[in-house]
């Protein structure tokens, strides 16, 4: 029985070493570009960087739960070398506070992290704890903050996991020209002290620290939401959704970045995902907007998760707004459910849409209605409705809703054709947080297909119709045509026609039902109905 103990001592220490065994200085990975603890400290050579931790912690006195968020910025500008954010929410009963102080960093190292930050009053610190002989404790710190509205933390940090190198080298390009080393410590036990609104406790709970330096500026590069994510099967994620300034997210590693840790032996980083924002919400204290909740998704990796902002307030205002607050995480991953914590930091603010009308001076029965949307953002789809008034506006009625193209064929059979008809259009968010309208800038009357209309016509041949794969179309003229169903959506857009040529149109994945062919010749947009069977 001595024996069978003794061994089994032996066999849990050494899978507690193994399991450790990342815990030591110097560190350094295959294909990384990054050593411990050397780019824990300063690089002289970088125009910014950042030292970054959130952390969730709970009141060991009174029980409420906490989330802190502390950032010293390396950014040597106007006499000053930067600047430290501290952020105290108590999430429990909702407070939120937030100060900036402006630094000089009298201790910098250069070959280990030691900060010591010098404030107008104060000093604060960050740096990895020693043993009685002065020797570096891997992969442990100590953080000191205080502010005079905010509060103070103080608090211990010892990694249970190794670093999660972002994009396997530490090395990656974000947005249209920046670039940046990162890194990120995404299991940290942290103990220690908060002080907040005038009472101090001891606190314990889980932490992140985020590592970044190059010349990816926040308040000078693209706007981006960023989150990290610490879940329940032992998966953590650092992910990015960066905007360019047309509101589009490129698919592709400098806008799209998803890390994951997903053992001490395997992490990875994809750009294969969709993030959808069901909920935004103003804040109050500038009326900026914000998304609130995130539906994350990706195919190749089965994740399935929903992300919700545990306040729409915690917005920092100094040095630039952003909101920067504790998410809370459900959901699945390859079929298992799974919760979590995380953070949400977020420079991309959204605004209502802009619409405007796009549809002719006159039209026959068959011409559809369109619009643009004059200030996309993918991080925002509009939906739309669309209304008609034919009493000069004294009212309206709607005549489709649930629209997601910039275009609908209005079936007004049946009409008077001396009437004067207005349209309206409402554009919103998927919550409708963000809604708008536009009214035609002047009335339309109804006019039949006319001679000319029909000449035209007459020089566009479709066969055969109905059509179940193929659709071949030749025209008398050079034009331009596209496939239209009867909604006014787009479903086969742009091809060329040739004087006198056929062109084949596979249309074998389409719906079977009724759609138009639309052909623009000779200076005019034609219509011929066609079936799909």
């Known amino acids: 029985m001595k024996k069978f103990t003794l061994l089994f001592v032996f066999l849990l220490l050494g899978q ?13 990975s295959s294909g990384s570009l990054l050593t411990f603890p050397q780019d824990e400290g300063w690089h002289t050579g970088e125009p910014i960087e950042w030292w970054y931790t959130n952390a969730h912690l709970t ?32 999430e429990t009963t909702g407070e939120f506070k937030s100060g900036t102080a402006f630094l000089t960093y ?7 992290l030691e900060i010591e930050a010098k404030k107008l009053v104060g000093t604060e610190r960050w740096y990895t704890k020693k043993d009685s002989t002065g020797n570096l404790l891997p992969f442990q710190y100590k953080i000191e903050s205080a502010g005079l509205v905010v509060g103070s933390i103080d608090l211990d940090y010892d990694a249970f996991k190794p670093p999660l190198v972002v994009a396997d080298s530490g090395y990656l390009n974000q947005g249209i020209t920046n670039y940046t080393y990162y890194y990120s410590q995404t299991g940290m036990n942290v103990s220690g002290t908060i002080s907040f609104n005038g009472t101090q406790e001891p606190v314990s709970g889980i932490g992140w620290i985020d590592r970044q330096y190059g010349n990816f500026n926040p308040n000078t590069g693209e706007a981006y939401e960023w989150f990290s994510l610490q879940l329940s099967n032992g998966m953590d994620f650092n992910l990015w959704n960066i905007f360019t300034d047309e509101g589009t997210i490129p698919n592709n590693s ?27 919400a103003y804040t109050t204290a500038t009326n900026n907007c914000y998304a609130n909740q995130w539906h994350l998704t990706s195919d190749t ?10 306040s729409k307030d915690s917005e920092v205002l100094v040095p630039f707004p952003f909101l920067e607050g504790g998410t809370r995480i459900e959901g699945t991953i390859q079929g298992q459910s799974v919760t979590g914590k995380g953070f949400a930091e977020l420079l991309h603010r959204y605004i209502n849409p802009k619409m405007a009308f796009t549809l002719p001076t006159t039209w026959t029965y068959h ?13 925002r789809p509009i939906t ?41 259009l409402v554009g919103y968010s998927s919550d409708t947080t963000l809604i708008d309208s536009v009214v035609t800038a002047q009335s339309y009357t109804l006019e039949p297909v006319s001679n000319t209309n029909i000449q035209l016509a007459q020089k566009i041949t479709i066969r055969p119709n109905p059509a179940t794969d193929l659709l071949n179309v030749s025209c008398k003229n050079d034009g331009k045509g596209q496939l239209m169903d009867l909604s006014g959506r787009h ?14 149109i596979d249309v074998s994945e389409l719906p079977a039902g009724q759609y138009l062919i639309i052909v623009q010749v000779d200076g005019q947009s034609l219509y011929k109905k066609w079936i799909k069977l």
Not at 391 to 396: E, M, V
Not at 408 to 417: C, K, N, R, S, V
Not at 491 to 504: D, G, H
């Open 16 to 28: 507690l070493l193994f399991a450790q065994a990342w815990k030591t200085y110097p560190n350094h």
């Open 59 to 90: 009141g060991q006195n009174t029980g409420h739960e906490y989330t802190i968020m502390m950032t010293f910025f390396r950014y040597d500008t106007l006499g000053l070398n930067g600047f430290r954010i501290l952020n105290i929410a108590d």
């Open 106 to 112: 009298p201790v910098m190292a250069t070959d280990h």
């Open 254 to 280: 400098e806008y799209r970045i998803l890390a994951m840790y997903i053992d001490e032996q395997t992490s990875k980083t994809i750009s294969d995902f969709k993030i959808e924002r069901p909920k935004f």
């Open 301 to 310: 990796m089965d994740i399935d998760l929903l992300i919700t902002l545990n």
């Open 367 to 379: 011409e559809p209605i369109t619009w643009q949307l004059q200030n996309k953002d993918e991080g």
């Open 384 to 424: 739309y409705d669309l209304w008609m008034s034919s009493d000069d506006q004294a009212s309206f009625a709607p005549i489709a809703s649930g629209l997601t193209d910039t275009s609908f064929l209005w079936d007004a059979a049946g009409l008077p054709t001396d009437a004067h008809y207005w349209f309206k």
């Open 491 to 504: 479903v086969i857009a742009n091809f060329s026609l040739r004087k006198n040529e056929l062109q084949t």
